[in-house]
Each structure stands twice: as structure tokens, then as C-alpha cells.
């Protein structure tokens, strides 16, 4: 069966970066996309962007551009995703999610997600 | 790109039916058929309802039902359960290879 297993809750100081992990089993690792979705506490999602396993290109939402890196290792059919400069209003829970590839756009599998604090 | 826009709260009685809309503009809900609904129950990941506006994943029951008119998109919950209360999220694609979500409505089933 198809599974997102996401790496362990972090705590971070604020100007930190941090980095999630997203290992998938279940399907072919290079037919889906992988996106990153978070939530604030008691807020809605909110779409941050998307990595390409098969060829390692992405996409990022214009707010989190400069700041956000999206990775894949094939080999281990692992999303990873770093967060630069973090600010407490980075506080949130981080879900990875896979998109079909091709022209969809919808998330069918999500992570747990990855809970992250950002505190001072 | 600006979020889509639900109403922050909905509510039925059971068996009865609700529909929470979801509206964008023409460059997103009304320019694509990609919009895709989730539920959401506290401290759990969002699930997958309905995408490409009106399919449904297998395992979804058939209560569910989305639709589109213009520039919004709506889920139609049939025949209330306790179960369905929840959060409900739409979310489409916007072009460019970006997508952007509504900011979600807590359903109430009374």
C-alpha cells in the first residue's frame, strides 16, 4: 500500500534552517511529484511547492521563494524539503503529499506530517 | 496568488445535505478543471474527496459530490453523518504550475 512516512517533530531558534524528510513506498517513486503543504496551528494548508523525482525539478509558491529548497533521492525514494531562515511564524505542521504526474493536480497520498517549532 | 475563498463555517442536521462552496477567479477555479476537495478531522492529514471538480477516489463514499459554475466550486455532503464533521479544504490549480487552497470550512453536524 501506498505510504509517505515524514521525519520526526523539530525545534528550531529562530534563523535556523531545517530540513524534513518524506520516504515513500508503495508505487514508483519517479511517476508522481512530490508536494509540500503546511499548516499553522488552528490555520488552513497552504501550498509551499513541488519536486519533480524524475528529472529533480521544482516549483516553489512565490512567498517561499529564496528561502525553501526541494530535493529527491531516487535511490531511496526520499522527498527532503529545507526551510531557510526560519521565523516563529514558520511554526507549523509540514505534510508531504504526492501529485500523479502529468496534467493533475490533486494530492491522493499525504504524509503524517512533520510538526516544527520555531522558538527562541 | 490569493487563497480561494469558502465560508468559515457550515452545518446540517444528519441525513440532511450541505454544500460549501469554494470561489476563486478565472485564473484559477474558473480556468481549470483541477479543483480538488479535502476533509480534514483534528490532528489527522488531510484526505482526499473529489478532484478534477467532480471525480471521486474509490473508498469515497458517493455522498460526496462536487460541482462547478464559473469562477466556484462546490462539495455537496448527502445524507449527513457524524463522521463527516470535519474540516473541508477545496483547492485548484492556478496556472504556471502553482495550486492554491481555500482557507477551509469547519462543517457541523448537528
Known amino acids: 500500500q501506498v505510504q509517505l512516512v515524514q521525519s520526526g517533530a523539530e525545534v528550531k531558534k529562530p534563523g535556523a534552517s531545517v530540513r524534513f524528510s518524506c520516504k515513500a513506498s508503495g508505487y514508483t517513486f519517479t511517476d508522481y511529484y512530490m508536494h509540500w503543504v503546511r499548516q499553522a496551528p488552528g490555520q488552513g494548508l497552504e501550498w509551499m511547492g513541488w519536486?519533480?523525482?524524475?528529472?529533480?525539478?521544482?516549483n516553489f509558491a512565490q512567498k517561499f521563494q529564496g528561502r525553501v529548497t526541494m530535493t529527491t533521492d531516487t535511490s531511496i525514494s526520499t522527498a527532503y524539503m529545507e526551510l531557510s531562515r526560519l521565523r516563529s511564524d514558520d511554526t507549523a505542521m509540514y505534510y508531504c503529499?504526492?501529485?500523479?504526474?502529468?496534467?493533475?493536480?490533486?494530492?491522493?497520498?499525504w504524509g503524517q506530517g512533520t510538526l516544527v517549532t520555531v522558538s527562541s | 496568488q490569493s487563497a480561494l475563498t469558502q465560508p468559515p463555517s457550515a452545518s446540517g442536521s444528519l441525513g440532511q445535505s450541505v454544500t460549501i462552496s469554494c470561489t476563486g477567479t478565472s485564473s484559477d477555479v474558473g480556468g481549470y478543471n483541477y479543483v480538488s476537495w479535502y476533509q480534514q478531522h483534528p490532528g489527522k492529514a488531510p484526505k482526499l474527496m473529489i478532484y478534477d471538480v467532480s471525480k471521486r477516489p474509490s473508498g469515497v463514499p458517493d455522498r460526496f459530490s462536487g460541482s462547478k459554475s464559473v469562477n466556484t466550486a462546490s462539495l455537496t455532503v448527502s445524507g449527513l453523518q457524524a463522521e463527516d464533521e470535519a474540516d473541508y479544504y477545496c483547492n485548484s490549480y492556478a496556472g504556471s504550475n502553482n495550486v492554491v487552497f481555500g482557507g477551509g470550512t469547519k462543517l457541523t453536524v448537528l
Open positions: 519536486s519533480n523525482p524524475n528529472n529533480g525539478g521544482t
Open positions: 503529499a504526492r501529485v500523479p504526474g502529468g496534467m493533475a493536480y490533486h494530492f491522493d497520498y
